[in-house]
């Protein structure tokens, strides 16, 4: 579980972006860093006193983040530091408790600078640790390529990559199980088939509607990707549906005509798992490059049932992506 701290989050299992990749992508645990109560049951961690920045990563003032590589007690780290939304709940407060410095003035128009009260003026922080290399690869701005996969050119060259890279879904397991999260589920059903969990993805800070974003997780450990769904899946996709937009209705009063509930192949992480996502946010990974909308999907699978195992499917690679390289030898690029 991450523990929500004043100023930072510190993100143990993120569901998606930040996947592990082999049995040592471990995310950072509390041992690093001494914890002191506040007395109101936060906890201030120290973790990032002893982070020595290597390299920016990437960055982008249009999405008011940053991505840092460095060490944490001599082990290789990643940093990402995003600005939270502004809330507009806080406005009054912040427009009556800041402090505002004059920069500019013309007419009617006037430029400042305004320092918020300091519990206003959150960074959600998510620290990797230890952070393999294919994490920094992962964070690190690159040129990306379009491939078309063909059903023949997934099972002679995706899925025996797949198969050699050995990616761990462990912390999947550990939520399914209760070993990990367990008081971050809003939602399960248990049926072994047909069941999943509903839980909020770490890129929400669940303090705004705006960029809500929950994660559904099947139970069942057979399916890895779109590319495994057939027919008799279609109870499954239809009660992640129905199920997912009646919790989050009840439980946010978001209702489904205001969500993109979508499938990315390729997936961050193979284990079936779908995205519900506000329609108002621009969440990463939501273009049609690699979204699925999970509508589509259910029908596409009605009207055929083997149309993912034969249909072309388009996806983004990285420059360094070992997959990518594969398409490249075997021609395909």
Known sequence: MAEIIE???????????????????????????????????????????????????????????????????????????EKTPIRQDNLPEMFQDSRLKLEMKNDIYSTYQLQPPAH???????????????????????????????????????????????????????????????DRIIF???????????????????????DLYLIAIVHRRDIKS????????????????????????????????KLRVYLHYQPSYYHLHVHFTSLDYEAPGCGVERAHLLSDVIQNLEADSEYYHGRSLSFPLRADDSLLLRFREAGRL
Do not use: M
């Open 120 to 182: 206003l003026n959150e960074i959600k922080t998510t620290v990797i640790c230890p952070a393999t290399e294919k994490h920094v690869k992962k964070y690190l701005r690159q040129e990306t390529f379009l491939v078309e996969e063909t059903g023949d050119d997934y099972r002679s060259i995706t899925l025996p990559y797949i198969s050699s890279q050995s990616f761990s879904v462990q912390w999947v397991y550990n939520i399914l199980e209760k070993k990990a999260e367990a």
């Open 226 to 257: 779109l590319r495994d769904l057939r027919s008799e899946h279609l109870p499954l996709l239809r009660n992640i549906r129905k199920k997912g937009e009646e919790t989050i209705q009840k439980q946010y009063s978001v209702r489904p005509c």
């Open 188 to 210: 399960e059903d248990p049926d072994p088939n047909t069941g999943f969990v509903l839980l909020p993805d770490f890129k929400w800070d669940q303090k705004q509607l705006d």
């Open 7 to 81: 100023q930072s989050k510190l993100a143990l299992n993120p569901t998606d972006e930040s996947e592990a990749t082999g049995q040592s992508a471990k995310r950072v645990k509390l041992d690093f860093c001494s914890a002191q109560g506040d007395g109101s049951g936060s906890a201030f961690v120290s973790v990032l006193s002893d982070f020595e920045t290597k390299t920016v990563l990437r960055d982008s003032a249009r999405e008011k983040n940053i991505f840092i590589h460095g060490k944490i007690v001599d082990q290789d780290a990643i940093v990402i530091l």
